[in-house]
């Protein structure tokens, strides 16, 4: 990790966002562009840099409201750097922990149709683009109101069968052909379950003491015993 103050290529550091055992967040400044804003993300692991040159590959010529812009992927010391734009603001996970509880059915749904838009523009891409993890921490409100989906780790191009690791999935969000079982595959009806579960949770229906089952925290228990 590194510390406020260091500059990696043209980015300087100017505050720790998040990090954990493969990489870390940065909130940084373009020393090119007038210190431009950017988030910094790093990775220390081979595999993860290759889903960083996948990801920008796929995403960085594509321009909508709802999606945040990708800039540059490069390589430096070993480690690998995604950069994009830096979303100002909360996640949806974090206002609703602010508020303590569900937040209003109005708000829900305006937060409903904008990413909505942004899943119908990914979707309507030749071959289609796949979320697939969304849920409420990737999720992000700025103070204008603007909502931008993030976080596309798992972000797959098109709907054939091949299969992903369950690594990074979200119990809870993720629906059950994205654990694994024959002959299932995601689609993008897939994004819009884990959507429908974001919302639900943070909509006034949703019962938050009620505490989930064996086989919501592990959707493999249910398909095991139907199969």
Known sequence: MHN???TIKHYQITRVIGYGGFGAVYEAVDTRQANRQVALKETFEPDSIRAFQGEFAILHGLTHDHLPRYDEVFESDGNGY????????????????QVQGPLLEMQVMGYALQICDALTFLHSQQPPLLHRDIKPANIRLRPDGLIKLVDFGLLKQGTDTTHSSR???????APLEQWGGTGMH????????SLAASLYHCSPACN????????QQNPTRSYHHVS
């Open 4 to 6: 406020p103050g260091t």
């Open 82 to 97: 995604l950069v994009m734009e830096l979303v100002p603001g909360q996640s949806l996970a974090d206002v609703q922990k």
């Open 167 to 173: 690594l990074g999935l979200t119990t809870a969000y």
């Open 186 to 193: 995601t689609t993008p009806r897939s994004d819009l379950y």
């Open 208 to 215: 938050h003491h009620k505490q989930p089952t064996a086989s």
